[in-house]
């Protein structure tokens, strides 16, 4: 099981240096995503992040940095990727950088796009957007797999999102999801780092009793 960390659209105290920390402690996967942000602003945030780390990062946006900067992906919302012309100025960048959202199962098995993975959302309820209802049947995660693998196509590595804590990181494992990606949870926390440092361990845990 993988953890994958959206940061929070509005600046927080000591966001940077959190974000440091988590990748210090074991974070692989960061999801840059401000929607106030311009790209001098995803500039900064970066070169505020220790250089090791950059080949963590992903971009939702201001994808031009991605050449700028050792980043290790991009990710492309709904419109991104109905976007032609911005797909043509990608296409120069391995399939499996990209990553991308879907909100059914369906979607996943009719994509031909290579992402790396993909998330599906709402799995849970929100914790950072109340409005935001489960809207989707986690036994998907493992019926598409299925499917995929009958029809003989490629299955990228399928992510959880929204109102994923710690304990539904133990839900997602159980229901056939390869990670879990954590939002309000872990920024909502009061310590974040904490939070994260529980949530791989459950992970871990999982996979262990599964193994066993």
Known sequence: ??????????????????????????LQRLHLRKSEYDTSDYRKYIKAIEPQFHPRLVLTSSYELYGEFNLGGIHLNTSARRDETL?????????PVFSTSFHTW?????????????FISPVFDSISKKEYKANIDP??????????????????????????????????HEYGFDGGAMLGSLWMSGNPVATFLRATNVATMSERQNAA
Request: charged share 30%; glycine share 8%; aromatic share 8%.
């Open 139 to 172: 036994y998907g995660a493992a019926e598409t797999k299925q499917k995929l693998a009958k029809l003989n196509k490629y299955c990228p590595e399928i992510y959880g999102l929204g109102g994923v804590g710690i304990k539904e990181m133990e839900s997602l």
């Open 1 to 26: 099981m993988k953890i994958i960390i959206i940061t929070p659209e509005e600046d927080i105290r000591h966001e940077l240096e959190t974000v440091n920390d988590l990748f210090r402690n074991g």
């Open 106 to 118: 369906q979607k996943i098995v009719e994509n031909d796009f290579h992402y790396g993975y993909v």
């Open 87 to 95: 797909r043509k100025k990608l296409s120069h960048i391995p399939q």
